[in-house]
Every structure is written in C-alpha cells, then in structure tokens.
C-alpha cells in the first residue's frame, strides 16, 4: 500500500535517510523501529509530504505522491500522528473530531450563505460521525470537555480517532504509546488491532518493544538512515546487526 524506495534526506551535510527502503502492506501493522537518530521520523515526514525527499520515490498505492502537500496525500487515504499530541487544548474533544471533516460546505463564506441547509445537513452528519468514534474508545463522556484535560493516553485516542474522521486507508503512527499508562497502552493496542481488522493499514514507529512484539509484523529496523533489516520480531530480535546497532559491538 505504502511504499519508499531508495530514499534520501540529508540536512546541511548530515544524512537522516540514506537509501532507506520500507514497504507497508495492505491490512497490516508494520513496525519500524531503531536507536534515537536512526531517520524514522525523518521517514515518516517524507511519507507525509512535511518535507520531500531529495532522491528516491514514495509512493500510495502503487500511484507516486512526491510532490503532494499533506492535505493532498491525507485526501488519498495517507494520515499521520505525531510523537507529540497535537490537540487543540482550548477547544472541546468533540470540537476538535469537527474540525477534521473534510469537505464541509460551511467552510466557505459564499457557498455557507447560500446553502444554509446544507451545511446544517453536514454539521449533523458530521457529529454524528464523530459521536460514534468516540464511543468506541470511552471518549464520549469527555465529549464536551477541553481537549486539554485528557490523560496523555486519552489524547493518543483523540489522535487516532480525529484521524478516522478522514477516511483514511493508512494510518502512521509515530510513538502512539510514549508516555502512556499501562492501561491505556493496553486500550491502544486493542483499538490498533480492532481497526486493522477492519480493514485500515497502520505503521508505527515504536520504542516499546512489547507493543512492537504484540502488535507488528513485519518490522523493519532502521540504523544510520538505512534499512537493516525486516522480519518478524523472533527474526529481529536475534539478528547480530540488529543487536549491534542497538548495544554497540556484540562478542
């Protein structure tokens, strides 16, 4: 579904990505992981369309997406998290899953004015919508709270639930658990696993080796911007590179 091949980013003269290759099936939970400066956000920055890439190609369902703002690639079915939450901390949670509806007749000034029903039409439909999001992850009670009132967990939850909001075919996650309670460690993976069934493809970057562990496979490991290897987590876990990348020279 999600592919990289041969990528390069380089700032000033340090080279975050050099010739990292990573491909995401459909319907799968793919895990990428690797030491602090291994280019894994840098990577999924590229798969966003935050930043291009200086040589090689992404592409989304076999269709290139150089070139295509965040909005374009999101609009494709591509969305993405952050390591940090980016909630609108003042507005309520439900006020934040409204303004991810893509498409509302209201957001223009004149077609508002004109199609006064229709935007009432599509208000209504929209917090429906959201309303039944919510409700799987336990977040509808908190509806009419700040956003900024939820536990870091629960913030993780708003994240991926806003982003249901679009439609997506692809969801990148990048550190859904850093920060998290057991507990709520525990609800994001099922709510992973429940979504991936359901049809949606995630990728995540992930520090937790027993989320990586429960949750994905393949798992590809990043060293130095590059891929080093993929696999399932038994075929990770006792690979020498792997091991030395990680915990320096191996007897």
Not at 47 to 53: P, R, S, T
Not at 200 to 207: C, S
């Amino acid at each position: 579904m999600l592919t990289a091949r041969n990528v390069v980013k380089s700032f000033g003269g340090f080279a975050a990505l050099s010739g990292c290759s990573v491909e995401v099936a459909q319907r799968s939970i793919t895990g990428i992981i690797g030491p602090n400066g291994a280019g894994k956000s840098t990577l999924f920055n590229v798969f966003g369309g935050l930043i291009e890439a200086d040589k090689g190609e992404v592409s989304l369902e076999h269709h290139s997406i150089d070139g295509l703002r965040p909005d374009q690639r999101a609009a494709l079915g591509l969305v993405r998290s952050f390591q940090i939450s980016r909630e609108l901390g003042g507005l309520t949670v439900l006020e934040n899953m409204l303004l991810a509806s893509r498409d509302q007749c209201g957001e223009r000034v004149w077609r508002a004015l004109a199609s006064s029903r229709r935007v009432r039409v599509e208000e209504e439909a929209a917090i429906v919508k959201a309303r039944a999001l919510l409700e799987q992850v336990d977040l509808w009670p908190h509806a009419n709270q700040p956003a900024r009132n939820l536990s870091g967990g629960q913030k993780k939850l708003l994240e991926i639930s806003r982003a249901l909001m679009l439609d997506p075919k692809i969801i990148l996650l990048d550190e859904p658990t850093a920060g998290v309670s057991p507990v709520m460690t525990e609800a994001l993976g099922a709510t992973i696993q429940r979504l991936r069934d359901t049809g949606l493809t995630f990728a995540i970057i992930e520090h937790d080796m027993d989320v990586i562990a429960k949750l994905c496979n393949p798992i590809y490991v990043l060293a130095e911007g590059r891929t080093l290897m993929c696999g399932t987590f038994r075929e990770v876990a006792a690979n020498r590179e792997v091991m030395r990348a990680y915990l320096g020279k191996v007897a």
